[in-house]
């Protein structure tokens, strides 16, 4: 599965982007730069029923790390 199925099956399930996710992860202040990603990924599958590897997508797009080399799969 592409990095953009996930993305797109996330927001079908969801009804939410990955900027959603990110105003949303900011508000519960899960942006800043010593959480961890196990954090974030907890807090997608408890408030988002996301699977662990939907859950890391949607990391994988807070992450600043990874954000510049998803640009071009998107």
């Known amino acids: 599965m592409s990095f953009q199925a996930y993305i797109d099956n ?3 399930k969801t009804g ?3 900027e959603d996710f990110k105003k949303l992860a900011e ?3 899960l942006l800043r730069p ?3 990603a196990g954090e974030i990924v907890a807090w997608l599958k408890a408030d988002f029923d996301l699977g ?3 859950a890391m997508a949607i990391y994988a797009t807070l992450n600043p790390k990874h954000a510049d080399k ?3 799969k998107k």
Do not use: W
Request: charged share 40%; net charge positive.
């Open 70 to 72: 998803l640009k071009d």
């Open 52 to 54: 662990h590897g939907h």
């Open 34 to 36: 010593d959480v961890k």
């Open 16 to 18: 939410k982007t990955p």
């Open 10 to 12: 996330i927001q079908k």
């Open 27 to 29: 508000a519960k202040g």
